[in-house]
């Protein structure tokens, strides 16, 4: 903006400073420039090239004629009651509309709250019933198995046996087996 390097910039910044010009600085202590510095910078630059003073000279000049300048602005007119009633009439209205924004707002918080309460509670009826009818079938399954080991069982028994009548006839003569005699 001011077409200047960093240094110069910084000793104009530091003849201003002396001279009792105030730049706003931030937390690390660096100064910040606004509008105002530079346009007062500017007008030490100008100062400084229209006149023979140097650069302190024409600081403190700056300064102090910038100062008698603020000094003669006009204090702002705090206006009539008139405009007072106005600003006041104005702000409560905005206070109105703001409180109605915040209470749609809220509205539009309770139903969604109340749509996922709703949605968590249908879920969880889902899983409930979907965990219930697993549990069935685990059980028909279970149920199934132990008929089938049942029905092992009970084809093993009958094997054995039929085992034991063949191993029975076969000790028996080949004529008592042939006319069906014991």
Do not use: C
């Not at 077409?3 to 202590?29: H, I, M, P, V």
């Not at 600003?87 to 709250?113: C, F, G, H, P, Y």
């Not at 080949?174 to 014991?182: D, E, N, Q, V």
Request: overall charge neutral.
């Amino acid at each position: 903006m001011l077409d200047l390097k960093e240094s110069t910039l910084r000793k104009y910044a530091y003849d201003l400073e002396k001279a009792g010009w105030k730049f706003g600085k931030n937390e690390l202590g660096h100064r910040q420039y606004n509008e105002r510095d530079i346009m007062a910078i500017r007008r030490l630059i100008a100062a400084k090239k229209n006149t023979s003073m140097t650069f302190e000279q024409a600081a403190k000049e700056l300064v102090s004629m910038l100062k008698s300048e603020e000094l003669a602005v006009p204090a702002k007119n705090n206006g009539s009651a008139n405009d007072q009633q106005n600003d006041i009439a104005e702000l409560k209205e905005l206070i109105n509309k703001q409180t109605e924004v915040i209470k749609a707002l809220s509205e539009r918080l309770t139903e969604r709250d109340q749509y996922i309460q709703k949605r968590f509670e249908e879920q969880d009826k889902r899983l409930t019933e979907r965990d219930t009818m697993l549990l069935e079938r685990l059980e028909l399954i279970e149920e199934r198995k132990r008929e089938q080991a049942e029905s092992i069982k009970y084809i093993a028994a009958a094997k054995e046996e039929l085992e034991e009548e063949l191993a029975a006839q076969k000790k028996k003569g080949f004529i008592a087996r042939l006319f069906g005699r014991t």
